[in-house]
């Protein structure tokens, strides 16, 4: 089952590759056009406004915080009920160094503020703020995909593996729109998120 979305696609794997091709594009405009120069980075508005982006072609939802529950195997994201609490603050949650710009990064991968398309749009939201408080973006291309989404998954209980991983992989290149473009790498998102409680509300 495809989620529902604005280009009447029902097949699962076709709407992952129109997705995936429309996003890249998306991601491409988005680097070259100054359209996020207005948004604060770290703030769930600046992601907001990424995601919107991304995904405005394809689904009702971009841009918007999901109203049902999702849950990857047998991790739960933070339910409904609390996530405009835990955007809050997220919002508020320091980001002057690269251990605090990652530890803000994994509270929103918790957070999973979308219905679909976090991964991508969160990775680009990370980008920005280590550019804008390092002046460092990270080598998606360094960064082994089995590694990383096991520590992703491990992170909210121990955010160590994901620190080291994403460390390794740090460059100056910020300008470069090939090493930006690796982290929109479709390889990268997790795939088939269980939705346990498809109420809206």
Known sequence: MALDNKLNITNSAELNRVEEKISKKKAVELFENGYLDN????TFKMLAAIHKYLFDEIYDFAGKARTVNIAKGNFRFVPVMYLQA???NIDKMPQSTFDEIVEKYVEMNVAH???EGNGRSARIW??????????MVVDWS???KEDYLLAMERSPVK???IKYILKQALTD???DRKMYMKGIDHSYHYEGYDIYKAEEL
């Open 126 to 135: 990370l980008d920005i703020i280590l550019k804008k408080e390092l002046n």
């Open 113 to 115: 503020p979308f219905r």
């Open 159 to 161: 955010d160590i593996e």
């Open 142 to 144: 360094m960064v082994d």
């Open 86 to 88: 835990a955007l809050e």
């Open 173 to 175: 290149k910020v300008n």
């Open 39 to 42: 948004y604060e980075a770290g």
